[in-house]
């Protein structure tokens, strides 16, 4: 059995989108920026693509821009924010310890030109209040930007709530919703976005597609300077086969939306229930405010590279935490920031399912984890420190 439980990291292109996108890679292959007709024709593609991408946001067509992904897309809603604060004299910034690197590093790039940043700490269930939110922002803050969701533990923030304070400070809200896009709901008009990032091949899209939304009367910053594309907001030519493989997808991903959560929460639960009965194991994140396919453990006693490799040869494709920084040996910054030690959060597991799981693959999940874990533990030293008393146990059995 092979089983690809690594959704989170990156989706399988479906059907729907891959043969969208077949007219404009092999025939209608001209520039949008040409005044031709097969330039013209391309034009009429992408305009379409960001309109479908604008309906699923609840958005205007004008208020999209297209970016090459997620990481693109945080870089330039935090630096536009930033921007046009420093304008008004407003240079601070409120986020949250366990964003992902994209928006945690743009922030550190703004604390070098004189920003100050204050990051929210996370509760031990991976959960921010509007509270806290309320709480940090200050005259001179200019940028609320909190995830939808998170990345690794898959917990869903408040956003609408933490929206709604930004909304009535006066302050610019963005929400990083890479992992949510296709999995949650996302209404920019409701949910008080003011610049909102998404990510393609989170939603069984092409890579290197992603979406910047920006609502009307906040114009972003350019990044990249060339030509006049994407209304003076992006230059380079725009990749029309991705938007509309993009919009394709995300339109799949939002009609099927209700039913697809309520399966993958059903299988979700059922392998919490089946790996919490590992021995000194841990939940990562709330219980029931997370991703519908998402599943984080830690494991006390083990590596999570040593269970990753074994899991694969089991034919298990997981991750430990971020693809971002799978090449990375320190522990996961976001179990750090949920308060886990640094010798249990070298024990994680992500598990994040995709829309094809069924129950006999969970129970194999299960079975598989079960076993290596307890196979890691038996040659492991530290393990046999924790079980005869010579070091006491982090986590409860």
């Excluded at 009429?44 to 309906?55: G, K, P, S, T």
């Excluded at 964003?99 to 922030?107: G, M, Y």
Aim: contains cysteine; hydrophobic residues 40%.
């Amino acid at each position: 059995m092979y089983l690809y439980a690594d959704n989170a990291a990156t989706t399988k292109m479906s059907r729907t989108a891959i043969e969208a996108m077949l007219p404009f890679l092999d025939g209608v292959y001209g520039n949008p920026s040409s005044l031709h007709s097969c330039g013209q024709k391309a034009k009429e593609a992408l305009e379409d693509a960001r309109d479908r991408i604008a309906r699923c946001l609840n958005a205007s067509p004008r208020e999209i821009t297209f970016t090459s992904g997620g990481s693109e897309s945080d870089n330039q809603a935090i630096l536009t924010a930033a921007a046009l604060g420093a304008k008004k004299g407003k240079r601070h910034v409120v986020s949250t310890a366990f964003e992902h690197h994209a928006v945690l590093h743009t922030l550190k790039k703004l604390e070098r030109q004189g920003f100050a940043v204050t990051l929210l700490d996370v509760a031990p269930n991976g959960l921010v209040t509007p509270e806290q939110a309320a709480a940090a922002i200050r005259e001179d803050t200019c940028l609320v930007t909190v995830m939808a969701a998170n990345n690794e533990i898959g917990t869903v923030q408040p956003i609408v709530e933490i929206g709604a304070v930004c909304r009535e400070k006066g302050v610019l809200f963005h929400t990083d919703a890479v992992q949510a896009a296709g999995h949650l709901p996302l209404d920019a008009a409701a949910q008080h976005f003011d610049l909102l990032s998404l990510s393609a091949h989170k939603f069984h899209g092409p890579k290197g597609c992603g979406v910047l939304f920006a609502r009307r009367g906040v114009t972003p910053e350019r990044l990249i300077e060339g030509g006049a594309q994407e209304r003076g907001r992006r230059a380079g030519t725009e990749n029309v086969a991705a938007a509309v493989g993009m919009a394709a997808a995300l339109e799949e991903a939002v009609r099927d939306m209700a039913p697809t959560a309520a399966r993958l929460t059903a299988l979700r639960d059922r392998l919490i229930d089946g790996l919490r009965r590992i021995p000194y194991s841990a939940l990562n994140g709330d219980r029931s405010a997370r991703l519908p396919g998402n599943v984080n453990f830690c494991f006390e006693g083990i590596e999570g590279e040593s269970l990753l490799l074994l899991l694969d040869d089991k034919g298990i494709a997981a991750s430990s935490g971020s693809a971002c920084t799978s090449g990375s040996l320190d522990p996961s910054h976001v179990l750090l920031a949920i308060g886990r030690p640094h010798e249990v959060a070298h024990g994680s597991l992500r598990l994040s399912l995709g829309e094809d799981a069924d129950e006999a693959q969970i129970d194999y999940l299960i079975r598989a984890v079960s076993e290596t874990v307890a196979y890691l533990r038996g040659m492991s030293p530290l393990w046999h420190d924790l079980e005869n008393g010579r070091r006491p146990h982090v986590l409860a059995r």
